[in-house]
Structures are given as C-alpha cells and as structure tokens.
C-alpha cells in the first residue's frame, strides 16, 4: 500500500510493485515500529541534505565531498530500506537525472 505521505507512492508502487527491491522495502518498512520508520526516514532527509549542500557548497560531483554524500544516500537505502550496492545506486543515480522531478527537488 503506497505511503500517503509521499506524493509519488502511487507512482512508485505502479512502476516497481514487482521488483525486489520495492518488494524489500514494502516488507521492511511494514516491520519497523514508528520510531523505526522515522529513524529511516530522518537518515534519508539526512542523506538528501548532504547531498543538496555538496551542490550549493560548488563541489564537483567527483569531489570527495560530493562522493561521501552519494555514499551517504546508497547506506541510508541501504540499511533501511533494500539492499543497494553501488551499481543499484548508479542505475538511482541515472534515473534521477533523466526526471525532471528529482532536479528540481534537489535545486
């Protein structure tokens, strides 16, 4: 069941339902208590400004500083929410640069 606190659950869920890892997440999540659930997320909003501040900081996405952000994004999915090595993170990497959406977010 899609989190109506994501305005792309519905999206997500019509697109990855039957992957492994939406199945792993879905699975996960549905475990965690709800100080769980928000230590996960924290983790990922976590993840996502280090991210944003490598960007507006300048850092070159090859600097160091950019790179630990990445890794800090790939470990939050990670331990979280499915199993993503480095080559799932790149695929993420990828799709977020082909949609629009996820530029704007991170602009």
Same mark, same amino acid.
């Not at 900081?57 to 929410?81: N, T, Y």
């Given at each position: 069941?899609?989190?109506?606190?994501?305005?792309? !659950?519905?999206?997500?869920?019509?697109?990855? !339902?039957?992957?492994?890892?939406?199945?792993?997440?879905?699975?996960?999540?549905?475990?965690?208590?709800?100080?769980?659930?928000?230590?996960?997320?924290?983790?990922?909003?976590?993840?996502?400004?280090?991210?944003?501040?490598?960007?507006?900081?300048?850092? !070159?996405?090859?600097?160091?500083?950019?790179?630990?952000?990445?890794?800090? @994004?790939?470990?939050?999915?990670?331990?979280?929410?499915?199993? @993503?090595?480095?080559?799932?993170?790149?695929?993420?990497?990828?799709?977020?640069?082909?949609?629009?959406?996820?530029?704007?977010?991170?602009?």
């Amino acid at each position: 069941m899609p989190d109506t606190h994501n305005p792309h !659950a519905e999206e997500a869920e019509a697109r990855w !339902a039957e992957t492994d890892a939406y199945k792993e997440s879905e699975r996960r999540l549905s475990r965690y208590t709800p100080e769980q659930k928000a230590m996960a997320f924290h983790a990922q909003q976590r993840a996502t400004e280090l991210v944003i501040e490598a960007k507006r900081s300048g850092h !070159a996405p090859e600097s160091d500083e950019a790179r630990a952000a990445a890794e800090a @994004c790939r470990l939050a999915i990670d331990e979280w929410f499915y199993p @993503c090595d480095t080559q799932m993170h790149t695929k993420l990497a990828d799709m977020y640069v082909a949609d629009a959406r996820f530029a704007e977010h991170y602009e």
